[in-house]
């Protein structure tokens, strides 16, 4: 039981809000030593558990890959290019991406896309671009702006997450297969719960694509509503000079 003091570690690290690596890499250490390992056992067991699992830390290498494309001008060359194309509107291009998340997911390419690799850099530059077009290239309000990149980030996560089901291989299908023919003694197939996830995908796109489609109405209504605002605090300002 004195083992178990490596949470109580981990508890008082975060509890005092200090680095979390630092706190489980303390942790590990004492609940190491307190196991009756050696030192270099201990080291040992960090090693081989970091070489387990490096690909979890893949995001070491991709995050400043990704930072230094945004420094050399990725989003400008994303809004350029989807300025050139006069008919994709925010609602229509945001559709589009949910599709080829889903179709791409469904066959297993999860990591093409995410929040970091491809939203924040790309689409959701590109849909802030389209939504520029609609209000005479002018910048958006903070608030239309925010809210076209929360649908970007909803169309990646809302593609994946219905898409991948649908790959018989993903760590959910075997999982759950693993599950259920262990516990209830089936012999049920992984590609039996990919086709069943179909028909949840395909509603999941019809659904959220139709309210992507609706966006568009959604930011000529609050781009005209930030006009009239900002109309009427032009009208205010010289009475309350007088």
Not at 146 to 164: P, W
Request: charged share 15%; net charge positive; with cysteine.
């Amino acid at each position: 039981m004195i083992v178990l003091l490596g949470v109580l570690v981990v508890i008082l690290g975060f509890a005092t809000r200090r680095n979390p690596l630092l706190v489980v890499g303390v942790a590990g250490i004492v609940t190491g030593l307190l196991g009756k390992l050696s030192p270099v056992e201990v080291l040992a067991a960090f090693g081989s558990g970091f070489a387990s699992s490096r690909s979890v830390t893949i995001f070491v290498i991709t995050l400043p890959v990704i930072g230094l494309l945004e420094r050399n001008g990725l989003q400008e060359q994303a809004r350029t290019l989807i300025g050139r194309l006069n008919k994709l509107t925010t609602g229509r291009f945001l559709a589009i991406y949910l599709l080829l998340r889903q179709l791409t997911a469904a066959v297993g390419l999860t990591s093409i896309g995410g929040p970091a690799q491809s939203v924040r850099p790309m689409v959701a530059p590109m849909a802030e671009a389209a939504a520029e077009r609609s209000n005479d290239g002018r910048p958006l309000p903070d608030r239309v702006r925010e809210k076209v990149r929360s649908y970007a980030a909803s169309a990646d996560t809302i593609g994946l997450f219905f898409g991948e089901d649908c790959f018989l291989a993903i760590g959910s299908i075997l999982l759950i297969t693993g599950f259920v023919n262990s516990t209830y003694h089936t012999e049920l197939e992984p590609l039996q719960l990919a086709l069943w996830a179909i028909p949840s995908a395909v509603c999941a796109f019809l659904i959220h694509g139709f309210r992507l489609l609706r966006l568009d109405r959604t930011i000529e209504r609050d781009l005209l509503a930030a006009a009239v605002e900002l109309d009427a605090a032009g009208t205010r300002a010289p009475e309350v000079s007088k």
